[in-house]
Nanobody
């Protein structure tokens, strides 16, 4: 069955960095654009990064542009989110998603706090 398993979340100080990973299985990973979303309790889920199926194009909202970088390795069925210059407002649960499909990961908590 389809699985998306995120890892790499944790507690980091403001200004720090984290790299999230999402390992996919059960579908043809290289055929799908992939995305990362985040969600704060009580709020809507927010798209933070999108990458095309071959990894040639990416898209970010202004809130993370220049700080977050999405990448993928289709040989490893893995998508990454490098997060730099983290701010307290980046605190959320981060989800991996196969774009325009019902497939979501379980989420990984990122907490930015001193």
């Amino acid at each position: 069955q389809v699985q998306l398993v995120e890892s790499g979340g944790g507690l980091v100080q403001p200004g720090g960095s984290l790299r999230l990973s999402c390992l996919a299985s059960g579908f043809t990973f290289s055929s799908f654009p992939m995305s990362w979303y985040r969600q704060v309790s009580g709020e809507e889920r927010e798209l933070v990064a999108l990458i095309s199926s071959a990894g040639r194009s990416t898209n970010y909202p202004d809130s993370v542009k220049g700080r977050f970088t999405i990448s993928r390795d289709n040989t490893r069925n893995t998508v990454y989110l490098q997060m730099n210059s983290l701010k307290p407002e980046d605190t959320a649960v981060y989800y991996c998603h196969a774009h325009a499909t019902p497939y979501w990961g379980q989420g990984t908590q990122v907490t930015v706090s001193s």
